[in-house]
């Protein structure tokens, strides 16, 4: 299925910015079963420079500085994907969660070196016994790996209210396990720390939803904007994505602009002003089928 | 002549080493375990029993004072202020003495450990292989949060990421040198290890010079050359930058005074900016390309945009840039990923495998609890080994053994087997004992010794010396600055006499003549500006409260001489010329707190307290003699808030100390600043307070209805400094119009009005830029709109007024000039100085 993808993100300033460098993750990585046919990127006021390159976790960032003193900026990344829809695995058929922990544990087997990074706590996420307890129960001794992640999956989304105003950018995960509110950003955090913190990989996931679901179905959450969703690491199967925010497993509705340990490795767009007084920004994702 | 043999001189030897206690159970660095004096400490011990001991004492003082002259200090963190209190550097005058082939040995294996380290370095930023191949566990580069990934895949000028390094070394019982920690990010202190030897060799110049010292100027010029040809496609005339955090560093001062010595320009990260991926120094007149940035700036908050967000020191797009190949960074970023003492372990094997040799100096043992084995150790011996943080182990020290309790082990081995690489336990170092200064003769001290290299094409060297650090005790091993320990001159013998080198003067070659110095960042531009507006300030509102104090009798507090009215309005207390109540509630104590109340905006505290601040800032920039002028100032007015005992006599005795002391600055400043753009903003700076005060205070003058009694035409003359002037031209009663000419008009006189806008003219014909545009930039027209009103004046109209001068042309002029003055301040600010405030637009959430 083809999807054309509009990512428009605007930005207001109260005072004139007189330099202004950007950092932008909006152009969806290649994947297998994932096609990017077509990618633009319109930023006004037009940068000085402007350099597109992989980033470490190999997403698709663009640099871009603008000399000029402005007072709004604009960013309108259009995308035209073709997803291949993916037969989701056995997940009773995945290894016990112990024998992947064992993986992890020192010395470190060499299949696993790669997804190694994703075990660790990350600059906005660390582990802890409390997310350990919180996970147990989704965790008896020798369940397949995906089965209970499948359920820690179905309890996030049974015990966490989504709630647009409860949290922001930079609420801390404690606060999420307090209020039991967020959005899907803070879920993908919880479900990544409680894995790390059982000693698994866990990655997050960012990018987008269709936005008219298809003829009979209710549709996402979440998608009039950018998504997140994680994926965890499992032996023979690689990364497997779930999506706490809407209990599923995705399938060809999740479209994927890039991976990293937290957010903070794939937040759309970052940036360093010069002046600029406060700022409001609105960004806006529209989805459609071709 | 200096003798070459060491005579036994009895009596003078009992003076200064006898009840030396050699303390059985540690190495001593100049006595053998029998006892006896080691020849390499021979001719030094020789050389100050000649001084003898009293010399000696004296030779310590004036190691003392030159410190002090030099301002070698230290900031001393405490917990409520982040800012610190600055502690002079300690230097024991006695240094330690190395022997020429131990030292080659030292040499031989730090070099060896400075290129492993390169090399796993390059192999973590690069290819990984070590990692692939389990040689070093993958927790140690990806747990750690000094692995800095935007960096991987940067490769620095020659491949070299440790550009310069420092090790802590300790010499344990059996005489065996061990490394307890590595210094790979940014190594501090060398600075100190330079004025330690600058006060050093100059107390004691007999012993330098019979000992055949090496000298450490070598280093330090290669420094310079090795940084000079990190410039990748500029060649020809590099600039290199100190980059420093600013003044709240604990270190300022020593990087200040290395910047200094290495003749570099010490800058912030906000006076660096980078434009089309190269980094460029915020000048007055404009921007000024950089090659080289050589740093002190903590890895991951060297670059706002992709590493710590929420840093205020570093420069943004600045990986770009580096990835660009337009700048090189010293060390280069990432470099603090092996600073962790966890490393240690891997070291002997990692040796083997990347050099092919047998590692030449040992680590102090270390288990990091990532390896299940080394884990074991730990939890099996919880209370014998001191268990810290294994990254981010910024405090190297040997602590005292913290005492736990049975359930703080538990709850720790808890916390251990929950995340077990985040911990790591070191076995405590027991320290060599040196001689060391005391006040009856030399005793033993625990000492270690740091010592620094930097990369010199594709190999390393190392400084012939180092910083040792003195333990504040015989029995304490705490050698942390932070808590009371000193340091000393390290002097490594040489077997041939040593040519004599300095940085001061270039080695051969022409000099080239400069009349300008490098150009000005902005930002310095910015203090010296205020620090010019704060010296007049102190000086006006020390002027006021002068006349306030001489005035102000219990007989007259209720507002019954008129002159007090204007200063009491001026300083901002109630004066209250029509509401004698309001007057008589302003005491004496209200007086003193506008000189003591460090919270009290304007405050002659709050003032001097800013002017030390602005002086800390520009302190690389400024004389010391300026820096003690104000300093002093600082110190004589942060008195106590207890001022009950003090009469209005001591005030005007203080405030006349004040006065000199800011007549001593601006003479400083007159005489001994070359007409730079810093000498110019500064004295612009002072010209607009002066004509913001004068004008303040002639404004409420002129409204107080007794404008004509002599008695306020008096204390008119007194604050405006013109007293004597006045006398010396009319010998007659102070009268308006004569008075009111000699501090508006009259050109010669320098506090008058038109004076200070003559000079701000002048100082803005000067200004870069300013001469190019056709029209007049916005400050100039402001300046321009007030010299032409306050010209057209005629001040003898005042005579003819009997009562409402405020109202008169000349009242209204002043009252425009007033307003008009923090107009031009702006003007100039957003001319000159306008690197406003950066700040991060963060993104809008996923949902």
């Known amino acids: 299925m083809t999807f054309d993808v509009v990512h428009r993100t605007l ?136 089965s209970a992640v499948l359920d820690l999956n179905r309890r996030i989304h049974a015990d966490f209210k989504y709630d647009r105003v409860a949290t922001t950018v930079a609420t801390p ?98 940036g360093i002003l010069t002046g600029g007084g406060k700022h409001d920004v609105k960004a806006a994702v529209t989805v459609s089928v071709l | ?327 090189a960074v010293a060390n280069a970023l990432g470099t603090g990923l092996l600073q962790s003492p966890a490393v240690m372990a891997f070291l002997p094997g990692l040796c083997q495998h990347l050099l092919g040799e047998e590692l030449k100096i040992p680590s102090v043992a270390t288990w990091w609890c990532g390896q299940r084995s080394a884990r074991q150790h730990v939890l099996e011996n919880l209370d014998r080994l001191p268990v810290r943080p294994a990254f981010r182990w910024d405090a190297p020290e040997p602590e005292p053994l913290p005492e736990l309790s049975a359930a703080q082990r538990e709850a720790l081995a808890r916390r251990i087997e929950f995340q077990p690489h985040l911990f790591a336990a070191q076995e405590q170092v027991e320290l060599s004992t040196a001689p060391s200064w005391g006040p009856d003769g030399l005793r033993p001290r625990p000492v270690a010794l740091r010592v620094y290299l930097v990369a010199m094409d594709g190999a390393y060297k190392a400084m012939a010396g180092g910083l040792t650090r003195v333990a504040a005790a015989s029995g304490l091993h705490t050698l942390s600055m932070q808590h009371g320990g000193a340091s000393k001159d390290t002097w490594v013998l040489s077997q041939e006499p040593v040519e004599a080198l300095t940085l001061l003067t270039a080695p051969g070659g022409g000099i080239e003549l400069r009349r300008v110095g490098n150009n000005l960042p902005s930002r310095l531009a910015d203090n010296f500006f205020w620090l010019g507006r704060y010296a007049e300030r102190a000086d006006a509102t020390a002027r006021l409260l002068r006349g306030a104090f001489s005035r102000f009798t219990p007989e007259n507090t209720a507002g019954a001489l008129p002159p007090l009215s204007p200063i009491l309005q001026t300083l901002k207390l109630p004066a209250g010329e029509e509401d004698s109540v309001a007057a008589a509630s302003v005491s004496e104590s209200d007086l003193w707190a506008v000189v003591f109340d460090p919270d009290r905006p304007g405050s002659l505290r709050a003032t001097a307290d800013e002017l030390q601040r602005l002086a800390m800032f520009l302190r690389e920039r400024t004389s010391n003699d300026l820096w003690h002028v104000l300093s002093t100032l600082a110190e004589r007015l942060a008195m106590p808030a207890g001022t009950l005992g003090l009469l209005a006599g001591d005030a005007v005795g203080l405030l006349n100390q004040t006065l000199l002391s800011l007549a001593a600055f601006r003479g400083l400043a007159r005489e001994n600043m070359t007409r730079a753009h810093g000498w110019r903003f500064l004295d612009m700076g002072q010209r607009i307070e002066r004509s913001i005060h004068l004008c303040a205070f002639l404004d409420h003058a002129l409204g107080s209805p007794d404008a004509d009694n002599p008695s306020v035409l008096e204390a008119v003359l007194e604050v405006a400094d013109s007293s004597i002037t006045y006398r010396g031209r009319y010998n007659l009663l102070p009268n308006l119009g004569t008075v009111y000419d000699l501090v508006l008009l009259d050109d010669t006189n320098p506090r008058s009005l038109l004076f200070q806008l003559n000079q701000l003219v002048k100082h803005f014909e000067r200004l870069p830029g300013e001469r190019e545009n056709a029209l007049p930039s916005p400050g100039q027209r402001v300046l321009l709109e007030c010299l032409t009103a306050l010209r057209l004046l005629d001040p003898r109209d005042l005579n003819r007024l009997q009562s409402g001068w405020q109202e008169s042309d000349v009242g209204k002029v002043i009252q425009q000039i007033r307003l008009q003055m923090p107009r031009l301040s702006d003007a100039i600010a957003a001319s000159y100085f306008a690197h406003s405030t950066i700040s991060r637009a963060g993104g809008s959430a996923d949902l």
């Open chain 1, 11 to 146: 930005y207001r300033y109260s005072q004139p910015v007189t330099v202004s460098q950007h950092a932008a993750r909006v152009e969806p990585r290649a994947l297998a079963g994932q096609i990017v046919a077509d990618f633009s990127l319109r930023i006004e006021p037009a940068p000085t420079l402007r350099k597109t390159r992989d980033d470490y976790f190999g997403n698709r960032v663009c640099f871009f500085s603008i000399h000029e003193v402005h007072s709004r900026l604009e960013i309108v990344a259009r995308s035209r994907l073709t997803i291949a829809a993916v037969t989701p695995p056995v997940l009773s058929l995945s290894p016990p969660w112990e024998k992947v922990v064992e993986l992890f544990s020192d010395p470190v087997s060499p299949e696993v070196v790669e997804p190694y990074e994703f075990v660790f706590d990350s600059p906005l996420l660390r582990a802890s016994e409390t997310l350990a307890a919180y996970a147990q129960p989704s965790f008896p001794a020798g369940t397949p790996l995906l």
């Open chain 1, 173 to 270: 995960l404690e606060e999420v396990m307090e209020k039991r509110r967020g959005v899907c950003q803070d879920f993908a955090h919880l479900a990544i720390a409680c894995l790390r913190s059982l000693g698994l990989a866990a990655r997050y996931v960012s990018g987008y939803l269709r936005t008219r679901p298809p003829e009979g179905k209710p549709r996402l959450v979440g998608a009039d904007a950018s998504h997140a969703w994680f994926s965890v690491f499992c032996p023979e199967l690689g990364w497997v994505d779930f999506d706490p925010t809407n209990n599923l497993l995705p399938e060809s509705d999740h479209l994927t602009l890039g991976f990293g340990r937290d957010f903070g490795d794939v937040s759309p767009i970052s």
């Open chain 2, 1 to 327: 002549m200096s003798q070459t043999t060491v005579e036994p001189q009895r009596p003078p030897l009992i003076d200064l080493l006898a009840g030396y206690p050699r303390e059985r159970d540690f190495f001593d660095e100049a006595f053998s375990t029998g006892a006896e004096l080691l020849p390499h400490y021979a001719r030094f011990v020789e050389a100050i029993q000649k001084l003898g001991a009293a010399e000696l004492k004296r030779r310590r003082e004036s190691c003392r004072r030159l410190l002090h002259e030099q301002g070698i200090t230290y900031n001393i963190h405490g917990e409520t202020n982040a800012r610190g209190v600055e502690q002079p550097w300690q230097v024991d005058p006695i240094p330690l003495v190395i022997a020429p082939e131990e030292w080659r040995s030292l040499e031989a294996a730090l070099i060896q450990r400075a290129t492993l380290i390169n090399a796993i370095l390059a192999d973590c930023y690069g290819p990984r292989e070590l990692i692939r191949s389990r040689r070093l566990p993958p927790a140690l580069v990806f747990a750690q949060p000094d692995f800095l990934r935007p960096c991987h895949g940067i490769r620095p000028p020659h491949d070299t990421y440790l550009h310069f390094y420092a090790a802590d070394l300790a010499r344990s019982p059996d005489g065996q040198w061990w490394v307890i920690s590595d210094r790979t990010q940014v190594p501090t202190g060398a600075g100190y290890a330079l004025a330690n030897r600058l006060v050093t060799s100059r107390a004691l110049p007999e012993a330098f010079r019979s000992c055949q010292v090496h000298r450490l100027a070598g280093f330090f010029r290669d420094m310079q050359t090795s940084l000079a040809r990190l410039a990748l496609r500029q060649a020809d005339n590099p600039r290199v930058v100190f980059l420093t955090p600013g003044p709240y560093s604990e270190t300022y001062c020593e990087q200040s005074y290395l910047a200094r010595y290495l003749g570099y320009m010490l800058v912030e990260g906000q006076d660096l900016t980078v434009r089309d991926d190269r980094v460029y120094l915020k000048t007055l007149s404009g921007l000024e390309p950089v090659h080289v940035i050589f740093r002190r700036v903590d890895d991951d908050f060297c670059d706002p945009l992709e590493l710590r967000n929420d840093s205020i020191l570093g420069v943004p797009g600045l990986l770009e840039a580096l990835r660009a190949g337009n700048v």
